[in-house]
Antibody, heavy 119, light 111 residues
Framework: QVQLVQSGAEVKKPGASVKVSCEASAYTFTGYYINWVRQAPGQGLEWMGWINPNSGVTKYAQKFQGRVTVTSDTSISTAYMEVTNLRSDDTALYYC????????????WGQGTLVTVSS | QSVLTQPPSASGTPGQRVTISCSGSSSIIGSNYVYWYQQLPGAAPKLLIYRNNQRPSGVPDRFSGSKSATSASLAISGLRSEDEADYYCATWDDSLSAYWVFGGGTKLTVL
């Protein structure tokens, strides 16, 4: 069955960077976009960006432009999301989810990766 | 302040029908598909409704979606205790600074 398995929880200091991975299985990785969304404690969902693994094209929410980078490695069916210059308000659960197109529904989600930013 | 507005909470008793609204401007809601996601406590969100009113396979027909020019609604009939969750509406529009936007979420309590 389709699975997106994310890397484990991270604890980082302010100013550091974090890179979260999302490994896909049981489907053609290059046939679907990978989206990234985050959820701060007790808050709602916030879209960060997506990547088309087939072309490498990315799109980011304006809020995250310049601080978030999404990449993929098709040889191992894995997408990555890196956030630089971390702040305390970046503490959140980060999710990846696949979609057939950039404007299509997100039909499978990863389990989430908790990133805690604390001095 | 989200582009999509949802009530923060909703409630119902088992067997009841409840609706959750998602409102926005006609240029956003009216021009784009609306999606609904269910997030059970401690779990990742799950796709519930896509393209306004389509159910993925495996989603019970107790869940239904609808849309008008400026709002969308999620209806849950025959409410069950396992429906207690957070529900989010979402839409996509390339005129937005964030191409995908979510409503603030509605916490559904089954009394």
């Amino acid at each position: 069955q389709v699975q997106l398995v994310q890397s484990g929880a991270e604890v980082k200091k302010p100013g550091a960077s974090v890179k979260v991975s999302c490994e896909a299985s049981a489907y053609t990785f290059t046939g679907y976009y990978i989206n990234w969304v985050r959820q701060a404690p007790g808050q709602g969902l916030e879209w960060m960006g997506w990547i088309n693994p087939n072309s490498g094209v990315t799109k980011y929410a304006q809020k995250f432009q310049g601080r978030v980078t999404v990449t993929s490695d098709t040889s191992i069916s894995t997408a990555y999301m890196e956030v630089t210059n971390l702040r305390s308000d970046d503490t959140a659960l980060y999710y990846c989810a696949r979609s057939l197109g950039y404007d299509r529904e997100w039909d499978f989600w990863g389990q989430g990766t908790l990133v805690t930013v604390s001095s | 302040q989200s582009v999509l507005t949802q009530p923060p909470s909703a409630s119902g008793t088992p067997g009841q029908r409840v609706t959750i609204s998602c409102s926005g401007s006609s240029s956003i809601i009216g021009s784009n598909y609306v999606y609904w996601y269910q997030q059970l406590p401690g779990a990742a969100p799950k796709l519930l409704i896509y393209r306004n009113n389509q159910r993925p396979s495996g989603v019970p027909d107790r869940f239904s979606g609808s849309k008008s020019a400026t709002s969308a609604s999620l209806a849950i009939s025959g409410l069950r205790s396992e429906d207690e969750a957070d529900y989010y509406c979402a839409t996509w529009d390339d005129s937005l600074s964030a191409y995908w936007v979510f409503g603030g979420g509605t916490k559904l309590t089954v009394l």
